[in-house]
């Protein structure tokens, strides 16, 4: 299968930025319901971490793009989501982090095989 058809929010680079703006604005709203929640906290960190690495086109490297957890977490603390809102936003979360972990040009992007994927996780 294509690593493109497995993602509804980035379909390309120019898609990357919004979607992170997106993830950290619903980060944002879930913290207002639970201000000390230590995953949403985690979660937001490593949101802004994927942010300012990649902010002005800065190419992230592999340690930096293999450093983050949100998917774990996400799996760990929201899996099952409890509700809509939240599933949607695990979702969008999870194709920031798997984008950012990848980081392929456009062309590679849209063309790759999932099974074609360096494995450096």
Same mark, same amino acid.
């Given at each position: 299968?294509?690593?493109?058809?497995?993602?509804?929010?980035?379909?390309?680079?120019?898609?990357?930025?919004?979607?992170?703006?997106?993830?950290?604005?619903?980060?944002?709203?879930?913290?207002?319901?639970?201000?000390?929640?230590?995953?949403?906290?985690?979660?937001?960190?490593?949101?802004?971490?994927?942010? &300012?690495?990649?902010? @002005?086109?800065?190419?992230?490297? %592999? $340690?930096?793009? #293999?450093?983050?957890? =949100?998917?774990?977490?996400?799996?760990?603390?929201?899996?099952?989501?409890?509700?809509?809102?939240?599933?949607?936003?695990?979702?969008?979360? &999870?194709?920031?982090? @798997?984008?950012?972990?990848?980081? %392929? $040009?456009?062309? #590679?992007?849209?063309? =790759?095989?999932?099974?074609?994927?360096?494995?450096?996780?």
């Amino acid at each position: 299968m294509r690593l493109i058809d497995q993602y509804k929010y980035i379909k390309q680079r120019s898609d990357f930025y919004p979607a992170i703006d997106d993830a950290i604005a619903r980060t944002f709203a879930l913290l207002k319901q639970a201000p000390n929640d230590p995953t949403l906290n985690s979660i937001l960190t490593q949101l802004d971490y994927i942010k &300012r690495l990649t902010a @002005g086109g800065r190419e992230p490297t %592999l $340690d930096e793009r #293999t450093s983050t957890r =949100i998917g774990v977490r996400l799996v760990r603390e929201f899996e099952p989501a409890p509700t809509d809102e939240i599933e949607e936003w695990a979702n969008v979360c &999870r194709e920031v982090e @798997g984008y950012f972990r990848d980081w %392929l $040009d456009d062309a #590679t992007f849209q063309t =790759i095989d999932e099974d074609d994927l360096p494995d450096f996780y």
